[in-house]
Structures are given as structure tokens and as C-alpha cells.
């Protein structure tokens, strides 16, 4: 038999073999990130950071978002301690928010890409504080041991023994709450709720109260920086005020 018929053969039985433990393992092979491949891996990012939500940044224009830790979705519902509803996705981004302001710039080692393409990194403020130990220490995110090992288990058990955050009362965990609204989600683009963002030029904040006040925000605002807003319940962003007045809006006291 000639040597090329031999080779042929020996190919094609190799090739049947993979083939066969790869359809009969499929099960168990890890996901593979294809981000990972095709993209640069950056050393390090640092900048002023806009907050999207309470375990993910921008700087630069690049998400980056917090390894090892998950916050309560943008959209995420909580119970508080006598049992009522508040927004904890939101809460959860303010006081990430807050914590940024009080140290910049933010550092962020990068770990890897996700499948979104975002950044994934371990992240410090200009102090070298940890983002993501404080965000589960003061019970802002939970520690998240599928991508985590435990790395912030510690931090985790010390808010929830202090009823710090979300422990003040029931919760669902993000992954899990993902899971029951995977229909309502998108990849992350642009946020339903957002922090310091909004489009060239018109950066005023359109809230409105819990009780149905529409309230506008301008720039340099006592509580603008942590004005959130949420585009589902009808706030909006303005160019202008006198666009916000004609619109119903009242400024801010404050």
C-alpha cells in the first residue's frame, strides 16, 4: 500500500476519534471566551471612573467590570428590613458612586475580557483601597464564587453579620435574579439607569421623586453626582433648562 494511502487513513481514523470524544464530552469542556483569543490583553487602565452600575465602570470610554464580585442589577428590586421594596440596583451603584468620588483617580489590573467585551479587572481608588472588597464589605455586592475562589468571603460574612447593605433584609442574589429576567436583559450597552453619563451637551438631570415631583439637576449640584436616571419610569436627560422647565420640570432646591 502506498505510503500517502497510509497516512490518509491514519488521518481520517484520528480525526473519527476526536470527533467521537469531543461529541460525547461536549458536556465538560469549558466555555471558550473568543474574546480572549482575538483581543489585546491591556497591562492596567486608570482614569476618573462614571459609575454604570454597582459592579461596572467606565474609563475611557471601556466598561470594566469588577472581578470576583456581582451587585444587584440596575433594575433589581430588594426587600428592606420591615419587608418593602426599594431599589437596591440603584443604591448599589450610589454608593459605589460616593466611594469613587472621595479618592480618584481608579486603577484596574486587568484579569480578562468577558463575553461582552468588557474589561475585567481587580480595581483600586487612589488610596489603594480594594473597590470590590469594600463594595461586598459594606454589603453593596456579594461575593461570587464561581469566578471569585471565596476572595471575598471574609467580607462578605462581616456585612451580612452586621446587616450592612442588602443583608438589612431579603434579597435575591443578581445571578439569580439574571436568570428569572434573562428575556428582559440585553448585553450591556447603554444602562437603564446611569451615573454622571448622558449625551454631549445635554447633562441635565431629569428625576423624578418618589413622590411623582419631576425635579431637573444641573452640574455642580449638591446632589447631582448621585442622581440616577431611570428612562423606564420616565426620567430623561435635558440640554437645557429652559427644555426642562417647558417639559414640567422644576430645579433642584439643592
Same mark, same amino acid.
Given at each position: 500500500?502506498? &505510503?500517502?494511502?497510509? &497516512? ?23 466555555? #471558550?471566551?473568543?474574546?480572549? #483569543? ?61 466611594? &469613587? ?73 443578581? $445571578?439569580? $435574579? ?6 428582559? &436583559? ?20 431629569? %428625576? #423624578? ?19 440616577? #436616571? ?22 433642584? %432646591?439643592?
Amino acid at each position: 500500500m502506498p &505510503l500517502r494511502v497510509v &497516512l490518509v487513513t491514519v488521518a481520517a481514523f484520528f480525526s473519527a476519534l476526536v470527533t467521537q470524544f469531543v461529541m460525547q464530552n461536549s458536556g465538560s469542556l469549558p466555555e #471558550i471566551n473568543l474574546q480572549n #483569543i482575538i483581543k489585546p490583553r491591556p497591562a492596567s487602565i486608570a482614569g476618573v471612573a462614571s459609575v454604570i452600575d454597582g459592579d461596572t465602570i467606565e474609563i475611557h470610554g471601556q466598561r470594566v467590570r469588577f472581578n470576583g464580585i456581582d451587585a444587584p442589577e440596575s433594575r433589581q428590586y430588594c426587600d428592606d428590613v420591615k419587608g418593602f421594596e426599594y431599589p437596591c440596583g440603584r443604591r448599589s451603584a450610589e454608593a459605589l458612586d460616593k466611594f &469613587l468620588a472621595a479618592s480618584r483617580p481608579v486603577q484596574c489590573a486587568f484579569v480578562t475580557w468577558d463575553r461582552y467585551g468588557r474589561f475585567v479587572g481587580d480595581c483600586t481608588r487612589a488610596d489603594g483601597t480594594d473597590v470590590a472588597a469594600w463594595m461586598v464589605e459594606h454589603g453593596q455586592a456579594l461575593d461570587w464564587p464561581k469566578y471569585s475562589n471565596g476572595a471575598y468571603a471574609a467580607q462578605q460574612a462581616k456585612a451580612q453579620a452586621a446587616k450592612l447593605g442588602l443583608w438589612v433584609g431579603n434579597f435575591q442574589a443578581p $445571578w439569580d $435574579w439574571r436568570a428569572q429576567h434573562s428575556d428582559e &436583559l440585553q448585553a450591556p450597552a447603554t444602562p437603564t439607569f446611569a451615573l454622571g453619563s448622558g449625551n454631549a451637551g445635554c447633562n441635565i438631570k431629569g %428625576n #423624578i421623586s418618589a413622590e411623582g415631583e419631576r425635579i431637573y439637576h444641573v452640574p455642580g449640584q449638591k446632589y447631582y453626582s448621585v442622581t440616577i #436616571i431611570n428612562q423606564a419610569k420616565g426620567e430623561r436627560w435635558f440640554c437645557t433648562e429652559a427644555e426642562a422647565v417647558a417639559a414640567g420640570w422644576r430645579r433642584s %432646591n439643592r
